[in-house]
C-alpha cells in the first residue's frame, strides 16, 4: 500500500491501486472539496450514517476496497451495526476521520470536556480492531502520536492540520521518524486536488 491517503466522497472512476487509498467519506458529496475540512467538522453532516448507506446500496469490493472514514465520536453510532455494514460490503480498514483534533483552543477544551477527545477515537478504532478491522489512527501532533503507540495502535496517518494552522514538511518528516523509531508506520495525508474532484451537486454558501 501506498505511504499516502486521501478524501473522497465519490469511488467513481477510481482505479483499483488509487482506491485502496482512499478514505471514503460519501457525506462530503454534496460539498466542494475546498469546503471539505471545514463541513466534516459541524454538526451539520451524519457522517456515519452516509457511509453506512453508501456502503448497503452497493455490491461488496472483490478488490482494493476503500478506507472507511469514521466520526469515532459520534454518540448515536450503533458499532454492531456498523462493523456488520463494512463487513458485507467488504470493506477491512477503518481510520478516525473528521477527526476533532483538528479544532483547536477553547473548542477543544470544550469538547474535551464532554469525552470528545483523542483517546476516544482511538478506542473507538480499538473496538473495531476487536471486530478484525484494522485500524489507521489520524494524528495531528506528537501527544496524539505517542497515545495512538500507547494504545498499541501501529498505521497512523500524521495530518498536518488545516489553513493557516498547516505545519510544514519539516514537522511530518520529523514526527515520521519519531513513529518509526517507537515501531509504528507513518502515513501521509493529501488534501484532493479541486481541479480532479467533479463539481458539487449543489451550490452552498460557508
Keep these: 500500500m501506498s505511504d499516502t491517503l486521501f478524501p473522497t466522497a465519490s469511488l467513481d472512476g477510481l482505479r483499483r491501486e488509487t482506491r485502496a487509498q482512499a478514505v471514503f467519506l460519501p457525506a462530503l458529496a454534496p460539498f466542494a472539496p475546498q469546503h471539505w475540512p471545514l463541513v466534516g467538522l459541524l454538526p451539520v453532516l451524519d457522517i456515519n450514517g452516509a457511509l453506512a448507506a453508501a456502503l448497503a446500496s452497493r455490491a461488496p469490493f472483490r478488490t482494493s476496497p476503500p478506507i472507511a472514514g469514521i466520526f469515532a465520536t459520534d454518540?448515536?453510532?450503533?458499532?454492531?451495526?456498523?462493523?456488520?455494514t463494512l463487513r458485507r460490503a467488504a470493506v477491512t480498514q477503518v481510520i478516525n476521520y473528521p477527526t476533532v483534533q483538528l479544532y483547536d483552543g477553547e473548542t477543544t477544551a470544550a469538547l474535551a470536556s464532554v469525552g470528545y477527545r483523542a483517546e476516544a477515537e482511538f478506542r473507538l478504532l480499538l473496538r473495531l480492531a476487536e471486530r478484525g478491522f484494522a485500524p489507521i489512527a489520524c494524528v495531528t501532533s506528537r501527544d496524539a502520536?505517542?497515545?495512538?503507540?500507547?494504545?498499541?495502535?501501529?498505521?497512523?496517518?500524521?495530518?498536518?492540520?488545516?489553513?493557516?494552522?498547516?505545519?510544514?514538511?519539516?514537522?511530518?518528516?520529523?514526527?515520521?521518524?519519531?513513529?518509526?523509531?517507537?515501531?509504528?508506520?507513518?502515513?501521509r495525508w493529501r488534501e484532493p486536488a479541486v481541479g480532479q474532484v467533479s463539481r458539487p451537486s449543489r451550490r452552498i454558501r460557508l
Design 75 to 84: 454518540p448515536f453510532l450503533r458499532l454492531a451495526d456498523l462493523a456488520e
Design 145 to 187: 502520536a505517542d497515545l495512538a503507540l500507547a494504545l498499541g495502535l501501529r498505521r497512523m496517518v500524521l495530518h498536518p492540520g488545516l489553513g493557516a494552522r498547516a505545519r510544514p514538511a519539516a514537522w511530518w518528516a520529523e514526527l515520521a521518524g519519531h513513529v518509526a523509531i517507537e515501531g509504528g508506520e507513518p502515513l
